[in-house]
T-cell receptor, first 112, second 113 residues
Framework: DGGITQSPKYLFRKEGQNVTLSCEQN?????MYWYRQDPGQGLRLIYY???????QKGDIAEGYSVSREKKESFPLTVTSAQKNPTAFYLC???????????FGPGTRLTVL | QQQVKQSPQSLIVQKGGISIINCAYE??????FPWYQQFPGKGPALLIA?????SEKKEGRFTISFNKSAKQFSLHIMDSQPGDSATYFC????????????FGSGTQLTVLP
């Protein structure tokens, strides 16, 4: 999927636990994004990062945290503060030269 | 606040027919309008995109029509095939370095054989 890998593909979590979703890209893209997808609601932006060691909140950042210590990696932590974390999570990346965002294959998180 | 409205939510078309999906936006600052195709369990992939200075863009069987004054754009799939069955998302991109995408709610297209 365009040089972006996400792991795991499926993730199950108990209520009250934090979980971290992995996103790695080998496209040498500067910008990376995390989206949440729920049925019938399209994709909503959680966090994005334009450069290493810098990131900004998107539309639905509450209950999530990110880090960008390396250019190729942008992990997302779903904390216990996220009230409804069950969803499909998508990571994307892009360059400053192109408009297109390339998406990874996604991680489906289910809270038990 | 939903800034990109997409319709219909679902669409069923016979093989060989024309599929039409519509989107409307509010923010006139948007400067790039892509359409993404998503198959079940996969990430979205860019299908076709247009800038607001162009009224139409065609790539194979896929055409975007853009009406800047009405703040609307649409995707036309000609000669629809069963393999086109997927969920389609329109999006609008903000200018500036962040290049954030705002997505429509998606249209689930089913092409009957």
């Amino acid at each position: 999927d365009g040089g972006i890998t996400q792991s795991p593909k499926y993730l199950f979590r108990k209520e009250g636990q934090n979980v971290t979703l992995s996103c790695e890209q080998n496209l040498n893209h500067d910008a990376m994004y995390w989206y949440r997808q729920d049925p019938g609601q399209g994709l909503r932006l959680i966090y994005y990062s334009q450069i290493v060691n810098d990131f900004q909140k998107g539309d639905i950042a509450e209950g999530y945290s990110v880090s960008r210590e390396k250019k190729e990696s942008f992990p997302l932590t779903v904390t216990s503060a996220q009230k409804n974390p069950t969803a499909f999570y998508l990571c994307a990346s892009s360059t400053s030269s192109y408009n297109e965002q390339f998406f990874g294959p996604g991680t489906r998180l289910t809270v038990l | 606040q939903q800034q990109v409205k997409q319709s219909p939510q679902s669409l069923i078309v016979q093989k060989g027919g024309i599929s039409i999906i519509n989107c409307a936006y509010e923010n006139t600052a948007f400067d790039y309008f892509p359409w993404y195709q998503q198959f079940p369990g996969k990430g979205p992939a860019l299908l076709i995109a247009i800038r607001p200075d162009v009224s139409e863009k065609k790539e194979g069987r896929f055409t975007i029509s853009f009406n800047k004054s009405a703040k609307q754009f649409s995707l036309h799939i000609m000669d629809s095939q069963p393999g086109d069955s997927a969920t389609y998302f329109c999006a609008a991109q903000s200018p500036g370095s962040a290049r954030q995408l705002t997505f429509g709610s998606g249209t689930q297209l089913t092409v009957l054989p």
